[in-house]
């Protein structure tokens, strides 16, 4: 009785047709990048001061320069590795007061700058910076600054959250509605994030976000393994991640021309809703067709994939059916990873392989944007490791397997972030050279847990876990392990 897999073989394993729906669902891994790490530009904090009020006029009227402006008027450095006291700290001192002279105002009130009262901001902030961010508008620096982690936590939440229930609606509706249902939420939650008009709402646009965002770019990686043939699925699954890398590549020049985090939003979220268009583009998965006993529509695909392909069309496909026939019939459930001792052992190795690589991952990406000279040019330069990350997979996968790159990898990521430990923050390049390793490293790391992930596990048992441990666990640990 032939197999899905058997047929692809006669219809074109990775012809015309695969190749098509493979770069069109491309799209949907690159649009997912600005979701995961779009912190970095959305809520970068730039260098800022406390707005004291009267400190500008007494400044035109002087004619002071910047930098004579803070050194006047703003409390001096702190101790290495603090904050400057100016970010939160100001001068207890009525600045409009005509008294004050613009040789030094401060000299009149004490004989000593440190015997002058310090108080908060309690007036706001000035910024150093030509465009905005949700740090700017929503002032979250000083005893707010914890509300950035937060941020980021809401979409890292969601992603968990989402994976219970979104493995469900692709098992028991399909993976083309799955991904239909979930890219649409995802454009209109995008677009409402970025009309948010308190912190509130931005946090609940946020966290709904990542509820549906991951389960698109899944439903997308599940379709694009399921068209394909054996031999091809390795291949694809790569490039779909390899993918995403090129979204981060976009997002560093599409953040650099739109430097409101507002329009950055809105930017990339509008094009998103193109994805509706996937309804006509790409049909369902045969295998799940199969499974739900939907013969006819199967034979109607694999007619289409065959004319595509140039293929002679198949005169009959009645007898077809899973190799894992008898387990499609079984009900799926999360207890199945734990089910026997292999599953059990499996599912722990990989949950840990989840966390720490997703920790890791994003760490570094956060590092890169906190301590970064020029936030866009080491964004992109960290982004453009990846790409060797995945030709070292590409080229290294059948002859070393998945065990020894997964291992060594994780040693050089590990490595490269004990190391940047003790490099100090003033070697810039050398900082960002041992982060990019790092980076490299954790991509192999991420790619390849992918890839066992989905050959470790039967079917039914694979698509569950792959909902369920992508992007497992990610809160505040991400932020606080790369700042």
């Not at 207890?92 to 030094?104: F, G, I, K, M, T």
């Not at 991640?241 to 430097?259: H, K, N």
Request: net charge neutral; hydrophobic share 45%.
């Amino acid at each position: 009785m032939p197999t899905v897999d058997d047929i692809l073989e006669q219809v074109g394993e990775f012809g015309w047709f695969q190749k098509q729906v493979f770069l069109t669902l491309c799209l949907l891994s690159a649009a997912f990048a600005p979701i995961y790490v779009g912190i970095v530009f959305l809520a970068f904090t730039p260098d800022h001061r406390c707005l004291s009020p009267g400190v500008a006029e007494l400044s035109r009227r002087c004619g002071w320069s910047l930098a004579e402006e803070l050194n006047y008027t703003a409390p001096g450095p702190g101790a290495a590795g603090e904050a400057s006291p100016h970010q939160c700290r100001r001068y207890e001192v009525d600045w409009n007061q005509s008294a004050l002279s613009c040789a030094d105002p401060l000299a009149g009130l004490a004989a000593n700058r440190s015997h002058l009262p310090l108080g908060p901001c309690r007036h706001g902030w000035v910024y150093e910076t030509p465009g905005s961010s949700i740090v700017t508008e929503f002032n979250l620096v000083c005893d707010d600054s914890w509300k950035v982690d937060l941020f980021q936590s809401c979409v890292n939440v969601g992603f968990f959250l989402g994976s219970l229930g979104v493995g469900y609606i692709a098992d028991r509706f399909g993976r083309k509605l799955c991904l239909l249902a979930t890219t649409l939420t995802g454009a209109v939650l995008g677009v409402l994030t970025a009309v948010a008009p308190d912190y509130t709402s931005l946090l609940l646009f946020r966290l709904l976000q990542g509820l549906v965002s991951k389960g698109s770019w899944t439903s997308g990686y599940i379709l694009i393994t399921e068209f394909m043939g054996l031999g091809h699925r390795r291949t694809v699954a790569i490039l779909y991640q390899a993918a995403f890398t090129v979204g981060l590549v976009l997002l560093s020049g599409v953040a650099y021309a739109i430097p409101h985090w507002r329009w950055l939003q809105l930017a990339i979220s509008l094009p998103t809703f193109l994805f509706l268009f996937y309804y006509w583009c790409v049909p369902e998965s045969p295998r799940w067709l199969l499974s739900q006993k939907r013969n006819a529509q199967v034979m109607k695909i694999m007619g289409h994939i065959a004319r595509k392909n140039g293929k002679l069309p198949l005169v009959d496909l009645k007898m077809l059916s899973l190799e894992e026939d008898v387990t499609e019939k079984l009900s799926p459930s999360f207890a199945d990873l734990f089910r026997t001792p292999q599953l059990r052992k499996h599912t722990f190795i990989l949950m840990y392989l989840w966390f720490t690589s997703s920790v890791l991952y994003q760490g570094l990406i956060m590092h890169v944007g906190a301590t970064g000279a020029n936030l866009y040019l080491d964004f992109l330069y960290s982004a453009l490791v990846e790409f060797p990350a995945a030709f070292i997979i590409l080229v290294t996968i059948d002859h070393c397997g998945l065990i020894r790159p997964l291992a060594l990898s994780n040693l050089v990521a590990g490595a490269a972030c004990f190391a940047m430990i003790f490099i100090s923050h003033d070697l810039h390049w050398l900082n960002i050279t041992v982060a990019c390793v790092g980076r490299m490293g954790i991509t192999i790391v991420f790619q390849i847990v992918c890839l066992v992930n989905a050959e470790l596990y039967p079917t039914f048992v694979r698509i569950a876990k792959a909902k369920e441990n992508t992007i497992y666990l990610q809160t505040q640990t991400a932020e606080r392990a790369g700042t």
